[in-house]
């Protein structure tokens, strides 16, 4: 009985996560194509209005509906998690299968290279760039991306280290398979599952640095919604209106939870 119980509590929690994750993506593709969902719709009679069944999540201090912003707010979040997924993917993966399949110079070269990037401020860097070349979701996705770089690359070297010295991989050497060809049929497949495991942690990571960059200013410009310019923008009214603040945080809080949940799982299913 007891193991019945936690055999159905473990499927229903991940199920839950998939749902959160669904109604979040599903609430900001609604956000972008329906009119009674526009975050920039203000109701100039209906200022601060608390939550009700007009307004689900009330209103802020010009009239604009929280339900609608922080749906939209979601698109925001999505874009960014996947550009610093993709950027994460694409240039740390290849640069840690690159290190961990030349080895010698070429490792040394990438490490020390990963190393600078490591020394680097993350946060303070994204601001700094984001201050000279101008906010959107692609660049401050592509910005978090390259500071995970690092963490990418060592998780794909040290997974390469282990599949270099399989048996598949010195027969495709043996019979005289270039090393671009090995790396692409019989290295990347085996790398990417414990690459992909990661990316539940960069989400989470470029979910949270987007929502404190748009708190501290430096995030996408109004008025762009994001969850951070959400609860930046309420915290002037968090003793007289605390909705404004509430909503996009717990969204954003159970998004984050529901991601690192999912990534948990994954992570314990593979072998």
Aim: charge should be positive.
């Amino acid at each position: 009985m007891l193991r019945r119980t936690e055999t159905r509590r473990d499927a229903l929690v991940p199920a839950a996560c998939v749902a959160v994750l669904a109604l979040v993506a599903i609430g900001a593709v609604l956000a972008q194509l329906l009119p009674q969902l526009d975050p920039l719709r203000a109701d100039f009679q209906a200022p601060l209005r608390p939550p009700g069944p007009e307004h689900w999540f009330g209103t802020d201090a010009t009239g604009r509906d929280v339900f609608a912003r922080t749906l939209a707010g979601g698109a925001s979040s999505i874009v960014v998690a996947a550009m610093t997924v993709a950027v994460g993917l694409v240039v740390g993966g290849g640069l840690g299968v690159l290190a961990g399949f030349a080895r010698g110079w070429v490792d040394a070269l990438i490490g020390t290279l990963l190393d600078v990037v490591l020394a680097l401020p993350g946060l303070i860097t994204v601001m700094v760039v984001v201050t000279m070349v101008g906010p959107g979701r692609l660049t401050i996705g592509a910005l978090i991306g390259l500071i995970m770089v690092p963490a990418f690359a060592r998780i794909a070297r040290s997974a390469t280290l282990t599949v270099r010295g399989q048996e598949f991989v010195q027969a495709a050497r043996i019979m005289g398979a270039p090393p671009l060809r090995i790396i692409g049929s019989e290295v990347v497949r085996c790398v990417l599952p414990a690459v992909a495991a990661y990316s539940f942690t960069a989400v989470t990571v470029a979910i949270v640095a987007e929502g404190s960059l748009s708190f501290l200013g430096f995030g996408l410009a109004p008025p762009t919604a994001s969850w951070g310019g959400l609860i930046a923008e309420g915290r002037t009214h968090i003793a007289t209106a605390p909705w404004i603040c509430l909503a996009p945080a717990a969204v954003l809080c159970a998004t984050v939870l529901a991601v690192n949940v999912l990534g948990e799982r994954w992570g314990r299913s593979r072998p």
